[in-house]
Nanobody
Framework: QLQLVESGGGLVQPGGSLNLSCTASEFDLDNHDIGWFRQAPGKYLEGVACISHRDGSTYYFDSVNYRFTISRDNAKNTVYLQMNKLKPEDTAIYYC???????????????WGQGTQVTVPS
């Protein structure tokens, strides 16, 4: 079964950057779309970005568009989320998850990684 592990989170000042990684074990990412999600304290889980395995198409949540970039390196079995111009409201636990399609409902994404904390102090 596909397993995902996130890394790269941390504490960064407003305006700074982080590059999150989502690495797959046991199986290749080649046949999965991969999404990034986040959950801030006291808030619902929300989608951030997604990348298709078929043609590399990318999708972004409005609040991160033009600041975050999702990419994949199938040779390294890894999907990245480059986050620039970070804001305090980006503070959350960030998760990656696999899906048949980026168009799938959030509940249909599986499996999920354990998450990585991103903190941007105000």
């Amino acid at each position: 079964q596909l397993q995902l592990v996130e890394s790269g989170g941390g504490l960064v000042q407003p305006g700074g950057s982080l590059n999150l990684s989502c690495t797959a074990s046991e199986f290749d990412l080649d046949n999965h779309d991969i999404g990034w999600f986040r959950q801030a304290p006291g808030k619902y889980l929300e989608g951030v970005a997604c990348i298709s395995h078929r043609d590399g198409s990318t999708y972004y949540f409005d609040s991160v568009n033009y600041r975050f970039t999702i990419s994949r390196d199938n040779a390294k079995n890894t999907v990245y989320l480059q986050m620039n111009k970070l804001k305090p409201e980006d503070t959350a636990i960030y998760y990656c998850a696999g899906a048949t399609s980026c168009q799938d409902a959030q509940d249909d994404f599986a499996p999920w990684g354990q998450g990585t904390q991103v903190t941007v102090p105000s």
